[in-house]
């Protein structure tokens, strides 16, 4: 079963323009995370944000998380054609090590 | 710098048929996973180990054996392939604790006719 869900499942925008994905997820979690997936590569991992935090920045990126709404929110701002990729949450809610569940992803395209 | 490394990067295989993926961390982690990639449905774990010697059953396990004999090297392998199992596979490694990074593989592509 998924635990998380990403929306949108695609997005089109123009370089210079600011990118916002979100996530859901149903149960609790300790942290939760964002990776980055380039076409035919691995996911890389961005930043992890813990349930007892709001808000977190690193660089371009700003990611939220309303553990309330069982949600998180990543921003990339000022978008360039590199950022184009798949985006993914990953929660523990397995309550077990390492064993994330991640979302189906939202490909982000970004335009010259 | 290798990081994790799965081989081979594509296989076809014909239904029935057995083969094994390898997969190879240089950075000690005692944490390493295998999930499969499908077209909407994001990463499903399909096998774990938190160690040499210790493996266990992700949400997707049929199919699919793993052993743990070293610390590096987690191999999976398909017993019987079928064509439900045409898949991106993804190894990854981490340090154990869930505010720790994944670290994956590029992937292997494979498909079952």
């Known amino acids: 079963s998924q635990q998380g869900e990403e929306d949108p499942q695609a997005l089109s925008i123009q370089e210079g323009e600011n990118a916002t994905m979100n996530c859901s997820y149903k149960?609790?979690?300790?942290?939760l995370q964002w990776y980055r997936q380039n076409s035919g590569r691995g996911l890389v991992h961005l930043i992890l944000i813990r349930s007892n935090e709001r808000e977190k920045h690193s660089g371009r990126l700003r990611v939220t998380l309303d553990t309330s709404k069982k949600s998180s929110s990543l921003l990339i701002t000022a978008s360039r054609a590199a950022d184009t990729a798949s985006y993914f949450c990953a929660t523990d809610a397995d309550n077990y090590g390492q064993n994330f569940v991640f979302g189906p992803g939202t490909r982000l395209s970004v335009l010259p | 710098n290798a990081g994790v490394t799965q081989t081979p990067k594509f296989q076809v295989l014909k239904t029935g048929q057995s083969m094994t993926l390898q997969c190879a961390q240089d950075?000690?982690?005692?944490?390493m996973s295998w999930y499969r990639q499908d077209p909407g449905m994001g990463l499903r774990l399909i096998h774990y180990?938190?160690?040499?010697?210790?493996?266990d059953q992700g949400e997707v396990p049929n199919g699919y054996n793993v052993s743990r004999s070293t610390t590096e090297d987690f191999p999976l392998r398909l017993l019987s392939a079928a064509p439900s199992q045409t898949s991106v596979y993804f190894c990854?490694?981490?340090?154990?604790?869930?505010?720790?990074?994944?670290?994956f593989g590029n992937g292997t592509r494979l498909t079952v006719t």
């Open positions: 149960t609790s979690i300790n942290n």
């Open positions: 950075m000690n982690h005692e944490y």
């Open positions: 180990s938190v160690g040499a010697g210790i493996t």
């Open positions: 990854a490694s981490g340090a154990g604790s869930s505010s720790s990074p994944l670290h």
